[in-house]
Structure formats: C-alpha cells, structure tokens
C-alpha cells in the first residue's frame, strides 16, 4: 500500500513563496513521473508541473519561471518551490505519481494521488 503526504500550503500575500512538499511511503520499489495538479473553485483539475525520473521538467505556461519542481529519490518525495506568487495561484494543490510496487506476482505501476493542499494568495 502507498501514500501520499503533502504540506506546505497556506496563506500568503502576492509576491510571496511557498513550498510544498509531498512524500511517498510504502511498498515502493520505484517511481517514474512525478507532478503537480491544482484546482480552483469552479475549475476543472489541471497540470501545474511534473518532473520525469530522469529529471525532465514541463511546466504550465502561466507559472513557467516562477514555479520549480524538483525531486529527491533517496526520500521519495517532490517539491514544489513557488515565487512571485499571484492571486490567480489560489487552488487545491495536489501532488501525483506513478508508482511500481513489488506484487507476489511481479511488479505493478499505479497512479497515486496526494489529498490536496489549500494554497491561497490575496492581493
């Protein structure tokens, strides 16, 4: 079994940071893709960032220069450094991987999804 933790939201002004981190545990025997999604009221849940084991990154156009994701593999967990944050930032952020678990019969790759993490910037 996998879990996903995420903390570091919270509220903050324009123009600030935050980071948020998000840690897997479990049965793991390794981990691929690794990425950010948010969802804003009304909205529908879309890709912020992710990040590919091999260290490729891909990031939305509207935060592209003032997001960074990043990983550490020896601690199963992924970051998401925010900067000049914008109240069109405010959402639920949610951390997603793809996972390769050890079965009795052989390996297994699911998708497992953090339990979101309000962010919330005023103006």
């Known amino acids: 079994q996998v879990q996903l933790v995420e903390s570091g939201g919270g509220l903050v002004q324009a123009g600030g940071s935050l980071r948020l981190s998000c840690a897997a545990s479990?049965?793991?025997?390794?981990?691929?893709?690794m990425g950010w999604y948010r969802q804003a009221p009304g909205k529908q849940r879309a890709l912020v960032a992710a990040?590919?084991?091999?260290?490729?990154?891909n990031y939305a156009d509207s935060v592209k220069g003032r997001f960074t994701i990043s990983r550490d593999d020896a601690k199963n967990t992924v970051y998401l450094q925010m900067n000049n944050l914008k109240p069109e930032d405010t959402a639920v952020y949610y951390c997603n991987t793809e996972i390769i678990t050890a079965q009795a019969m052989g390996f297994s790759i699911n998708d497992y999804w953090g339990q979101g993490t309000q962010v919330t910037v005023s103006s």
């Open positions: 479990g049965s793991i025997f390794s981990i691929n893709a």
């Open positions: 990040i590919t084991r091999g260290g490729s990154t």
